[in-house]
């Protein structure tokens, strides 16, 4: 799973936040990638 520009630009912001602020923003990241393969990549 390739992320997008944005989820890129998103993830290097990251990289610069607090740890909680990290693991919290991984489990989104992960949902929104589990739903993107159920729904096969369409209008997410």
Known sequence: MVPTAREQQ???KLKKSP?????AYHDVMVSVWVIR?????QGI
């Open 19 to 23: 740890r909680r602020l990290r693991s």
């Open 37 to 41: 393969e159920i729904m096969g990549d």
């Open 10 to 12: 998103l993830f290097e």
